[in-house]
Each structure stands twice: as structure tokens, then as C-alpha cells.
């Protein structure tokens, strides 16, 4: 059974920078992509950041030039480094990883933006 576990989470003011890990109880280089997704208050669920086992990084739009998702095989770890921090960026945030035909989510990490 595969465990996924975030942490980085916390409040930041605006502009502020964070980053966020998601560490797997076992390898990740054989995770077809991994990713972080979010979710605010009174919304919907939305993938911020996915990262295949080839190291290509897509982007929702809203986070395209202030987030950046990295993965090291070596720790079986994913990173979200987020910068340029905004209010609308406060959610959840989850790291879930895709292997084979199954989906692994973590329990997510508060991301507070607020002066």
C-alpha cells in the first residue's frame, strides 16, 4: 500500500513563498505522473501541477511562472515551490500519484495566503 504524506503547509502573507513536499512510503520512479491538486473553501477540486517520470511539468494557468513542480526519485519525493504567493491561492493542497491503473492521494497541507 502506497502512502503519500504532504507537509510544508502554513500561513504566509501575500507575495510570501512556500514549499510544499509529498513523501511516498516507496519508490515513485515507477509512478506514471505525480501532481499536486488543490481545493478552497465552497469549491471544486483543481490540479494545480502534474510531473511525468520523464520530468515534464504542465501548469494550470493560474500558477503558470509562480509555481514549479519538481520530483527526486532519489528521496521518492515530489516538490511544489510556490512564490509570488496571492490570496486566491489559500486551499488544501493534495499530492496524489498515478501508477499503473490506480490513483494515490495524500490527506493535503494547508496553504494560507493573508496578511
Known amino acids: 500500500q502506497v502512502q503519500l504524506v504532504e507537509s510544508g503547509g502554513g500561513l504566509v502573507q501575500p507575495g510570501g513563498s512556500l514549499r510544499l513536499s509529498c513523501a511516498a512510503s516507496g519508490s515513485i520512479s515507477s509512478f506514471n ?3 499536486w491538486y488543490r481545493q478552497a ?3 471544486e477540486r483543481e490540479l494545480v501541477a502534474t ?4 520530468d515534464s511539468p504542465k501548469y ?3 500558477v503558470k511562472g509562480r509555481l514549479t513542480i519538481s ?8 516538490y511544489l515551490q510556490m512564490n ?3 490570496p486566491e491561492d489559500t486551499a488544501v ?6 501508477l499503473g491503473v490506480y490513483n494515490y492521494w495524500g490527506r493535503g ?3 494560507t495566503v493573508s496578511s
Open 51 to 54: 510531473i511525468t517520470s520523464g
Open 41 to 43: 473553501p465552497g469549491k
Open 71 to 78: 520530483r527526486d526519485n532519489a528521496k521518492n519525493t515530489v
Open 33 to 35: 505522473t505525480m501532481g
Open 60 to 62: 494550470a494557468n493560474s
Open 93 to 98: 493542497y493534495y499530492c496524489y500519484g498515478t
Open 109 to 111: 497541507t494547508q496553504v
Open 84 to 86: 509570488s504567493l496571492k
